[in-house]
């Protein structure tokens, strides 16, 4: 069975209170075919490093290859995506994740247009890529691969502008786990719901229904992939939603499964994923 770990990494400060997570990815080759090889939606945008081997990324009816040393974006995924190694040797993949805060303050794109896409770095933002790309080739060392990434969003970073509304709708929806409705949002803002949509659309590339009913889900998956009790799953349920139908829905939308299917099978990606 192929050994694989996600190996936490503390962003730069500055870049803390937009990054969730940033890891380096190891794995000795494919994953075991008993897993599920599952990555389930976190609301988080990720920059991505193939340093050693490459990625291969199936999110609906398409697959996304990400060959060795090349730096990918990938959108807001609200569908389960599964991923493996390209070939059967080891793999190594830095991983930044961005928060629904991060993603706009460094690149200045169609949000909208890499929804649900794993798209190079190098078809996005050009010859900035391109010359980080070289760069990141010519040194050996993933802690020097690390530097030269954060370096480079830093530089992203101090030419942004926050954006005062949206920031505060998604504190709230952070806030509120995904529970907070589009008319209270409304309510609180003094703008309205269409304006809001237009908002979330140029930053998310989504609206604030669909990212709150990510978080909500988010919530719950934690949960599950920490491994609590039954009874503490259940309440965690009917806090978030209406009934059980409701959840299976939900469960069904974001992991492709029903929780029983899930729970009987090997999963082990997505645990790791979501935990570490």
């Not at 930044?96 to 805060?101: D, K, R, S, T």
């Not at 907070?180 to 590339?205: C, D, N, P």
Request: proline fraction near 4%; aromatic fraction near 12%; charged fraction near 20%.
């Amino acid at each position: 069975m192929t050994d694989f770990r996600f190996i936490p990494v503390t962003p730069h400060p500055l870049l803390r209170p937009y990054i969730e997570k940033m890891c380096v990815f190891e794995s000795g080759g494919r994953l075991p075919a008993a897993d599920r090889k599952l990555i389930v939606p976190n609301a988080n945008f990720k920059l991505t490093l193939t340093y050693r081997n490459g990625i291969v990324a199936g999110i609906g009816d398409k697959t996304f290859i990400q060959a060795e040393n090349k730096l990918s974006l990938t959108g807001l995924i609200d569908s389960p995506v599964v991923l493996d190694s390209y070939e059967d040797v080891q793999t190594g993949t830095i991983i930044v994740e961005f928060n629904p805060l991060g993603a706009y303050r460094f690149f200045h794109l169609s949000f909208a247009e890499v929804k649900n896409q794993i798209i190079e770095l190098t078809d996005l933002i050009g010859n900035y890529a391109e010359e980080l790309q070289s760069q990141l080739a010519e040194v050996n060392s993933v802690m020097l691969k690390l530097q030269l990434l954060q370096n480079f969003l830093i530089k992203r970073l101090k030419k942004a502008a926050p954006d005062l509304i949206y920031d505060y709708c998604i504190n709230r929806i952070s806030a509120s786990r995904g529970l907070i409705s589009v008319a209270q949002l409304e309510k609180e803002t003094g703008y309205s719901s269409r304006w809001l949509h237009v908002k979330f659309l140029e930053h998310m590339g989504t609206g604030p229904k669909n990212l709150s009913e990510i978080v909500r889900f988010k919530q719950f998956y934690q949960a599950y992939a920490a491994g609590i009790n039954n009874q503490s799953l259940k309440e965690h349920i009917y806090h978030y939603y209406h009934d059980q139908s409701h959840f299976i829905r939900a469960f069904k939308r974001f992991t492709g499964s029903t929780p029983t299917d899930l729970q009987n099978s090997t999963n082990e990606l997505a645990t790791k994923h979501y935990t570490f």
